[in-house]
C-alpha cells in the first residue's frame, strides 16, 4: 500500500459519507429555505408598508431588500457546505488515526520506502505508533530496501498522530498525517466541491 492507499481509503470514506452529506445538504437547504421564507415574509411586509409611499421609492426599497435577502441566502448555504467539507476531511483523519496498527503498519512501511532516497534516512515517529516501529519492523524496512537500507529509528517523536518524517541531513521529507491530507485534498477536493457547490 501507498500513498494511493491512503488516498483511496479517503475517497472510499468520503463515498460512504456522500449519503449522509446529502442528507446534511437537506437539512441545511431546509434552513436555507426557512431564512428565505423569513426574508420574504418581511419582504411582503415592507411591501405593505411601502404602498403608501410613492411607487418608485417602494420599487427602489424592495429591490433593495430582495438583493439583501438573496446574498443572506448564500451566505447561509454556503457556510453549511464548508462545514460539511470540513468535517468529511476530519472524519477521513479519524479513520485512518483508527486504522488497526497491522494495517497502519503496512500503509506506513511503503510510503516510507516509496519515499525514502538513500536508506539511510532516521524516522521520526508519533508517540502513539511506538509499537508499530519495533526492530523487526526497522530490520523489514532495511531487507526492502533496494541494494539494503539503513534506517534508524530517530529518539524524537513527533507532535502529529499518524505518519512519519524521513530526516538525512538537510533533507526532511513529512509525511505526516497533516501533510498527506493537504496533498491528497488537491485531488479530492474538486470531486467532493462539485457535489456540495453544485448549483440547483
Do not use: C
Not at 488515526?97 to 525514502?116: F, Q, R, T, V, Y
Not at 534516512?121 to 508517540?127: C, D, G, K, L, Q
Request: charged fraction near 40%; aromatic fraction near 6%.
Amino acid at each position: 500500500m501507498t500513498e494511493m492507499s491512503i488516498e483511496k481509503i479517503f475517497e472510499r470514506i468520503t463515498g460512504d459519507a456522500e449519503r449522509s452529506a446529502k442528507e446534511i445538504l437537506d437539512a441545511a437547504e431546509q434552513e436555507a429555505s426557512a431564512v428565505e421564507k423569513d426574508y420574504l415574509e418581511k419582504a411582503e411586509a415592507l411591501r405593505t408598508r411601502l404602498r403608501s409611499y410613492a411607487e418608485k421609492k417602494a420599487d427602489e426599497e424592495e429591490r433593495h431588500l430582495i438583493v439583501n435577502e438573496q446574498l443572506e441566502l448564500k451566505k447561509v448555504v454556503l457556510r453549511k457546505k464548508r462545514e460539511i467539507l470540513e468535517s468529511l476531511y476530519e472524519e477521513g483523519k479519524k479513520k485512518i488515526i483508527g486504522l488497526p496498527a497491522e494495517e497502519s503498519g503496512k500503509i506506513l512501511s511503503d510510503l516510507i520506502l516509496n519515499k525514502a532516497i538513500s536508506g539511510r534516512e532516521e524516522i521520526v515517529i508519533s508517540a502513539s505508533q511506538e509499537k508499530i516501529f519495533s526492530d523487526r519492523f526497522i530490520s523489514g524496512l532495511n531487507d526492502r530496501f533496494e541494494g539494503g537500507g539503513k534506517f534508524s529509528l530517530s529518539a524524537e517523536r513527533g507532535e502529529f498522530p499518524w505518519g512519519v518524517v524521513l530526516r538525512e541531513g538537510r533533507r526532511v521529507v513529512d509525511l505526516s498525517l497533516e501533510v498527506i491530507f493537504d496533498q491528497l485534498k488537491e485531488k479530492i477536493e474538486p470531486k467532493i466541491a462539485a457535489m456540495l457547490f453544485a448549483e440547483k
